[in-house]
Structures are given as structure tokens and as C-alpha cells.
């Protein structure tokens, strides 16, 4: 079992910056692919930005974030990070970590992901 926990989120001002973090526990998080995925309210959880297992050398993002959001990952430390910048008041939300055990490549889907964070907030104020 993995216990993920975010944190880092926060109220910032439109074109200001945060990074989450998502620190693992139970087990090393080295052999997982990561996401993070987001939930505004009234909306379905979507898909933020994931990076591969191991070495991360592959990541994807979603249309809305690419290029102003960074995903990364400190397998020594256990921990993934998502780097947010230029943030709009669209980027308002509760971000959440998850873990992908599966021996497949990158997913964008949250059915793919098999553990899951509590989640951190995020709002950008215009």
C-alpha cells in the first residue's frame, strides 16, 4: 500500500507560482508512473500531468497546462512535484497525486491509477 500526501497549494494571485509536492510512504514510488489530476467544483476530476517511472524521461500534460506546468519526480526522496506557473483563475482546484502500479506506459486515466492523495487546494485569484 502507498500513502500519498500533498501539499503546497495555497491562495496566489493570477501569474504567480506554487509547487505541490506528493510525498510517498509505504513503499518506494520509483517503479510507478505518477499523475497529478485536478477537481474544480462542479466539474469531473481531470487530468493534469503524469511522468513515467524510474527515470521520468517521459511526461505528458494536458492542453490547458502545457508549458506554464512542470512535473518531476525525486525518486531518493520519494516525492513528486508539479511546478505551476503563469496560473489563471481556470487553474482553481483541488489537486491530487496518484500512483500507477501497472506495468503500462503513461496514462491520462484516473481509472488507470491504483492510489490516490487527499488532495490540495489551489486557488488563483484574478
Known amino acids: 500500500q502507498v500513502r500519498l500526501v500533498e501539499s503546497g497549494g495555497g491562495l496566489v494571485q493570477a501569474g504567480g507560482s506554487l509547487r505541490l509536492s506528493c510525498a510517498a510512504s509505504?513503499?518506494?514510488?520509483?517503479?510507478?508512473?505518477m499523475g497529478w489530476f485536478r477537481q474544480a467544483p462542479g466539474k469531473e476530476r481531470e487530468f493534469v500531468a503524469v511522468?513515467?517511472?524510474?527515470?521520468?524521461?517521459?511526461?505528458d500534460y494536458a492542453d490547458s497546462v502545457k508549458g506554464r506546468f512542470t512535473i518531476s519526480r525525486d525518486n531518493a526522496k520519494n516525492t513528486v512535484y508539479l511546478q505551476m506557473n503563469s496560473l489563471k483563475p481556470e487553474d482553481t482546484a483541488v489537486y491530487y497525486c496518484?500512483?500507477?502500479?501497472?506495468?503500462?506506459?503513461?496514462?491520462?486515466?484516473?481509472?488507470?491509477?491504483?492510489?490516490w492523495g487527499q488532495g490540495t487546494q489551489v486557488t488563483v485569484s484574478s
Open positions: 496518484a500512483a500507477d502500479q501497472s506495468v503500462f506506459p503513461i496514462s491520462t486515466m484516473a481509472p488507470q491509477y491504483d492510489f
Open positions: 511522468i513515467s517511472r524510474s527515470a521520468g524521461t517521459t511526461t
Open positions: 509505504g513503499r518506494t514510488i520509483n517503479n510507478y508512473n
